[in-house]
């Protein structure tokens, strides 16, 4: 007999704004917390450094998690140029310092340009790739330094925001990436390239998948809205679980089809999409899960919500 959860069924996603200096799970557990949550999930780790947008999957929306881990991310961060880390960011300890203040803005354009499109990158010991079943910032933290492949991704917009001289100088990044891209790879890479180094002293998400930093809430603000307003108020905040699938086309059942669809069978849809995965609803909006279209044109179940009980 399988054991019950603890806590409540609540379904949905909350876009939390994370703040700096918590990881990525202390952060979940806290919303998990406060929503009282049987089950919950992240949507992909930010560095303890890092603030900004975590989408947060609870109940039944945590089978739909992977949709937002391998979708694209944007990003604004700071470089700190003439300075080389172990970590790549502000929390290392300095190796090296280099006289940096004989670049100016247009250097830094011209090396940017370098690393825009489809790029190789060598991940930071520092990142949480796990090798062994260990990740790999815990191996590093113990001395320990592995062989980690270069791993191929998009960077799809990189923008030089902002350039403050002086013997460290400063600049600031805006990214669109794929997944996988890691922010103070870049930084490191940017500072091979001008030959001065350079790591990162702030990052920020502003995007995940279709979720941007103005639908996020701060952990304060949601905690006090659950004080004033009961777990009714901060349940209004969810969003639905298919609001991590807006990219995905769109297939509409009768009641009779997705009774079907339920009970595990592939159904006939009319003027389906050719092949692909594909959200599965009722005509009357209700969201029944994700489906794979057949050859012969049925919509056959993957990943289905389960309502009730």
Not at 82 to 107: F, I, P
Not at 109 to 135: N, W, Y
Not at 167 to 188: F, H, N, Q, W
Not at 282 to 292: A, I, K, M, P, Q
């Amino acid at each position: 007999m399988a054991r019950r959860r603890k806590g409540r069924a609540v379904d949905g996603i909350l876009v939390l704004d994370k703040p700096m200096g918590v990881t990525s799970n202390r952060a979940l557990q806290g919303v998990k917390h406060l929503y009282n949550a049987a089950k919950a999930g992240h949507t992909g780790s930010l560095d303890p450094l890092a603030t900004g947008v975590l989408p947060l999957c609870l109940g039944e929306a945590t089978k739909f998690s992977q949709y937002l881990l391998d979708a694209d991310k944007a990003y604004q961060s700071t470089f700190v140029l003439g300075s080389v880390t172990d970590t790549g960011d502000a929390e290392g300890k300095v190796l090296e310092e280099r006289d940096a203040s004989g670049l100016y803005e247009s250097d830094v354009v011209a090396a940017l340009r370098q690393f825009e499109g489809e790029i190789e990158q060598i991940p930071s010991m520092f990142s949480a790739i796990k090798k062994d079943g260990q990740p790999l910032y815990k191996l590093a933290r113990q001395g320990l330094e592995v062989e980690r492949k270069p791993r191929l991704v998009v960077i799809k917009e990189l923008q030089l925001r902002a350039f403050r001289g002086g013997d460290r100088p400063e600049v600031d990044i805006y990214m669109e990436c794929t997944k996988g891209t890691y922010v103070r790879s870049l930084a490191e890479d940017l500072g091979r390239v001008l030959g001065c180094g350079a790591f990162v002293s702030v990052l920020r998400r502003t995007r995940s998948g279709p979720f941007s930093i103005e639908d996020s809430i701060a952990p304060g603000a949601l905690e006090a809205i659950r004080d004033t307003g009961g777990f009714d108020a901060i349940d209004a905040l969810l969003l639905p679980a298919d609001a991590a699938l807006g990219e995905l086309p769109l297939v509409s059942l009768s009641e009779s089809g997705g009774f079907y669809i339920r009970q595990g069978q592939p159904v006939m849809v009319p003027n389906a999409p050719r092949g692909g995965i594909v959200r599965v609803a009722l005509h009357s909006g209700e969201f029944l899960g994700v489906g794979e279209m057949l050859d012969d044109g049925r919509v056959a179940p993957r990943r289905l919500i389960v309502t009730g009980g």
